[in-house]
């Protein structure tokens, strides 16, 4: 555990931390109004800007990162589509694979002991 350091006069170093920058410890009630005070002036300046000042500045954001995309060329996209085409046929072809497999396993089944 985290031991309090006491000097000479029975302060801690973080007392002594707080007297020097003003804190002035318990005595200091003169504080508690200018803290209200900052408090309501720091509330007018963080106020939350309206709704269509918020949406024009999401949208000149977004027009900013747009500008940053590196597009890719008319040979990339062709190509990347052709993959895409070619792997949704690949798996289509195995799904289909699949089903009429475990479709003949199934009417085997069926045939084999339905009858009896």
Do not use: H, Y
Not at 11 to 17: G, L, P, Q, V
Not at 78 to 101: A, K, M, P
């Amino acid at each position: 555990m985290a031991e309090k350091k006491e000097g000479l006069n029975g302060m801690s170093e973080n007392e002594k931390r707080e007297q020097a920058a003003g804190g002035g410890g318990a005595g200091a009630p003169s504080e508690k109004p200018a803290k209200a005070e900052k408090k309501k002036e720091s509330k007018k300046k963080d106020a939350k800007p309206g709704f269509f000042a918020r949406v024009g500045k999401w949208f000149k954001e977004m027009k900013s990162e747009l500008k940053k995309v590196v597009w890719p060329t008319k040979k990339q996209t062709i190509n990347n589509t052709v993959i895409v085409i070619v792997c949704c046929i690949v798996v289509g072809v195995c799904i289909w694979l699949f089903d009429w497999l475990a479709g003949s396993v199934i009417s085997a089944l069926l045939d084999l002991f339905g009858k009896a």
